[in-house]
C-alpha cells in the first residue's frame, strides 16, 4: 500500500495549475514578452467565442477550425514535450514548440479560409492536402499527449491502424480497409474527424461555461459560495463535511472538472474536517465524492448536459430539467454517509466565534447568486445555452464591479485574467476534440459502433441489468486512463445503441453512460479526484479514494432507477413514488453501510437494513412494502433498545 501510494502521488495534479485539470505535465511558468503574448492570444480566443455566443457564428467550419487552432496554440506554447524537472527549463519556450504552434494555426486557416473550394472539389485532397492532413491529425495526437497523458493518443494511434488494417484483422473487427485520401479526407477536410460534431459542441458551448467558471472566481463570488455554506452550516454536527457537499455542488456545476473543484473548495473545507476530528482519508474523500456530483447537477453539469443534448437532439433544458432530482438524490446519500459518520464519532462544528457572519456573507454576495439565476431562466425560456452563459459572464461583471465583495473590486486587470484562466482551463478539453474526432470519425466511417452495440447485446444476453454492469465497467476501465468527458463520449458512441436496442429511451441510455463514468474519479486504481483530496488532506491516496468510492454508492444507485422506473421519461405522477420511495431506501442503505440509525447497529440490524434499503429502491409495489416494513421494524428495534448496540461484540464487527 505504501509503495502504490508513493506511485499514485506522482500523478495527483499540480496544484498549480491553470486548468486544475487531469494534466499529464506542468504548465510552463512563462514571464515577460512570451507571458504577455500568450495572455494576447488567450484574451482573443476567449472573446471571439463570447462574441459568437451573442452575435452568432461566422461559419460553421470558422467555428469548429478557429477553436482546435486556438488550443493548439496555446498547448504547444504553455505545455512542454515532457515534464521538467527544473524549473528554469519550464520559463521559456523553445523553437520547435513555437514552430509547432504556429503549424497548428497554418492547418486550421487553411481549412477555414480553402473550405468553400474543397467543397467545391467534392472533396478530392491536393497534394498538399495530404501533407496538411497527416501534420494535422499527427499534431492533434501530440496536442493530448501533452495535456493528458498517452492513454487517449494510444487509442487515437489504434484508432488510425484499425482504419487501414481492417481486411487483417480477425472476424467481429473485420471490414473492407480504407485509403490514405478516404481517411484525410474524413479527418481534415470534412465535418468529421478533428472538425466533427465534438468540436462544435465544445467550442459553441462548453467553452463558454468554463469561462464562466474563470469570472465566478475572478468575480470574488467563489469565495461567496463557499463562505456563505461555512456560516450557516458550520457549527452544525459535523459542519465542515456538509459545507464541502453545499460548496462542491454549487462550484463543480458550473467548473466543468472535478479536480479543478476539490483543488479550489477542497483547501478550505478539508482542513476545517481534519480539525473538527474527520479523518484524513475520510475528508478527502468527502470532498472529492461531493465534487463528482457537482458534474451530475445542473445547470451545467461539467460538459455532460451539452453533450447529451446534442447526441440525443434533445433541447438542452429538457437534460437539464430532468437531472435535477438525480442529483438531488445523490447529494442526499453522501450527507446521509457523512451526517452517520459525524454522528458515530461525535463530531461537532466549528465554534461561531470562528466563522464568518452570515447576515455580513449574505449582505455582501447575495448578488452573486443573480447570475445562476439568470443562467438557469433563459435555459428555461428556450435561449441557446451559449446565450444564457453569455449574459451570465455579463452579469457575473456587473456584479464584481458594482458590488465588490470583501472590499476585492473587479476591474480591467481581474477582467483580461479571467479570459486568459478561462482560456487556459479550456485546454483540458480543448486539447482533446481532435484525437475523439479521429477515434469517432474511424469508428463511423468502419461501422464498428453497429457491431461493438451488437457484441454488448449478445454478451448480455438480451439482460439490460447485464448491459449495465458491462457499460460501467468499460467506463471505469476507459476512465483508468481518459478525462470522465472523453469515456463518457467513448462509451456512447459504441455502447448507447445497445442501450436503446435493449429498451431504454436514447436520453436515459446517454444519462446512465454520463452518470457511471463519472465513478472513474473516485474509483480506485486510478482516482484522480480522490488523489487530489489526498494530496490537500495528507492522507494516503489509496485509502482516500477508497473511501471515495464508499461515498459515491449514489452514482450506481441512481442510474439503476433511472432504467428500470419512470424516473426520468414518465409523468410526474409516476416519477413522485419512485422518487419517495428511493429516498427512504437510500436512507435505509446508507444508514446499513455506514452501521448506524439512531444507534450503533448489530450485525443483523445493518444486514436488516442493506436488504431493506435494497428493496426500496428495486421496482414494484411489493417490494418497496417489505423494504418499508423492514426499515420500520428496525427502527421500532432500535427505538425499544437503545444501549443494544454499545459495546456487544456484535457492535465491534459492525463498526469493523
Do not use: C
Not at 340 to 345: G, H, I, L, N, T
Not at 439 to 462: H, K, W
Amino acid at each position: 500500500m505504501k509503495f502504490w501510494d508513493k506511485v499514485v502521488r506522482r500523478s495527483v495534479p499540480d496544484a498549480n495549475s491553470p486548468d486544475g485539470d487531469e494534466s499529464a505535465g506542468r504548465v510552463r511558468d512563462l514571464g515577460g514578452l512570451t507571458a504577455k503574448i500568450v495572455t494576447v492570444i488567450a484574451v482573443v480566443y476567449s472573446g471571439y467565442y463570447l462574441w459568437t455566443a451573442q452575435f452568432g457564428i461566422v461559419s460553421p467550419q470558422a467555428h469548429r477550425g478557429f477553436y482546435w487552432g486556438f488550443a493548439g496554440l496555446l498547448v504547444f506554447l504553455l505545455y512542454p514535450v515532457r515534464k521538467r524537472r527544473k524549473a528554469e527549463a519550464n520559463q521559456r519556450v523553445p523553437i520547435w514548440d513555437i514552430a509547432l504552434a504556429l503549424t497548428v494555426v497554418g492547418l486550421a486557416a487553411y481549412y477555414v479560409f480553402q473550405y468553400p473550394e474543397i467543397v467545391a472539389r467534392g472533396g478530392t485532397l491536393t497534394d498538399m492536402e495530404y501533407v496538411l492532413g497527416i501534420l494535422a491529425v499527427v499534431l492533434s495526437l501530440e496536442m493530448t499527449r501533452r495535456v493528458l497523458g498517452t492513454v487517449l493518443p494510444g487509442l487515437g494511434v489504434l484508432a488510425i491502424v484499425y482504419t487501414f488494417f481492417g481486411p487483417s484483422m480477425p472476424g467481429f473487427f473485420a471490414h473492407a480497409g480504407y485509403d490514405a485520401e478516404r481517411f484525410l479526407t474524413t479527418m481534415y477536410t470534412s465535418f468529421n474527424g478533428l472538425f466533427g460534431p465534438v468540436a462544435d459542441i465544445f467550442a459553441t458551448y462548453v467553452f463558454i461555461f468554463i469561462i464562466f467558471g474563470a469570472f465566478l472566481q475572478k468575480s470574488g463570488a467563489g469565495q461567496f459560495f463557499v463562505d456563505l455554506p461555512l456560516a450557516l452550516a458550520g457549527t452544525r454536527r459535523g459542519g465542515p463535511a456538509k459545507v464541502a457537499i453545499a460548496v462542491s455542488a454549487l462550484m463543480g456545476s458550473v467548473n466543468g472538472s472535478v479536480v479543478a473543484n476539490v483543488m479550489t473548495t477542497g483547501s478550505v473545507t478539508i482542513p476545517l474536517m481534519r480539525r473538527v476530528g474527520y479523518t484524513r482519508e475520510f475528508a478527502g474523500g468527502v470532498e472529492a465524492a461531493a465534487s463528482v456530483g457537482g458534474q451530475v447537477l445542473p445547470p451545467v453539469m461539467g460538459a455532460g448536459a451539452f453533450l447529451i443534448a446534442e447526441f440525443t437532439q434533445t433541447s438542452y433544458s429538457t437534460i437539464m430539467l430532468v437531472s435535477i432530482v438525480p442529483a438531488l438524490m445523490y447529494f442526499f446519500a453522501v450527507y446521509l454517509l457523512v451526517d452517520f459518520e459525524s454522528v458515530k464519532r461525535d463530531l461537532r462544528g466549528v465554534p461561531r466565534s470562528e466563522l464568518p457572519d452570515w447576515r455580513k456573507v449574505l449582505k455582501q454576495g447575495w448578488y452573486f447568486v443573480l447570475p445562476l439565476v439568470l443562467l438557469f431562466v433563459l435555459v428555461v425560456m428556450r435561449f441557446s445555452p451559449a446565450f444564457a452563459g453569455f449574459w451570465a459572464v455579463v452579469a457575473v461583471v456587473v456584479i464584481g464591479v458594482a458590488f465588490p465583495y470583501n472590499g476585492s473590486r473587479m476591474g480591467i486587470r481581474s477582467i483580461v485574467q479571467a479570459m486568459r484562466n478561462g482560456a487556459v482551463a479550456s485546454l483540458a478539453v480543448g486539447a482533446i476534440v481532435g484525437t475523439i474526432g479521429i477515434v469517432i470519425g474511424v469508428v463511423n466511417l468502419t461501422g464498428l459502433g453497429l457491431r461493438f452495440s451488437d457484441l454488448v447485446v449478445q454478451m448480455s444476453g438480451g439482460s439490460l441489468l447485464l448491459a449495465l454492469v458491462l457499460t460501467a465497467l468499460a467506463s471505469w476501465f476507459l476512465g483508468a486512463g481518459l478525462t470522465v468527458t472523453s469515456s463518457y463520449i467513448m462509451v456512447a458512441v459504441l455502447v448507447a445503441p445497445a442501450l436503446t436496442d435493449l429498451g431504454l429511451s436514447l436520453v436515459v441510455a446517454h444519462l446512465v453512460i454520463f452518470w457511471v463514468s463519472q465513478d472513474a474519479n473516485v474509483t480506485p486504481p486510478i482516482a484522480l479526484g480522490a488523489f487530489a483530496g489526498a494530496s490537500i488532506s495528507g492522507g494516503s491516496p489509496m485509502r482516500t479514494a477508497w473511501q471515495a468510492w464508499l461515498l459515491a454508492r449514489g452514482l450506481y444507485i441512481v442510474p439503476f432507477l433511472m432504467a428500470y422506473t419512470p424516473l426520468i421519461d414518465g409523468p410526474w405522477t409516476a416519477a413522485a413514488p419512485v422518487v419517495i420511495t428511493a429516498m427512504v431506501g437510500i436512507y435505509g442503505l446508507t444508514a446499513g453501510f455506514a452501521g448506524h440509525m439512531r444507534r450503533k447497529t448489530t450485525v443483523p440490524e445493518r444486514l436488516l437494513l442493506l436488504v431493506g434499503g435494497g428493496l426500496l429502491i428495486a421496482p414494484g409495489m411489493l417490494s418497496n412494502g417489505i423494504g418499508l416494513a423492514i426499515l420500520v421494524a428496525v427502527y421500532v428495534l432500535q427505538r425499544a433498545f437503545p444501549e443494544a448496540g454499545k459495546g456487544s461484540p456484535a457492535a465491534i464487527a459492525s463498526e469493523a
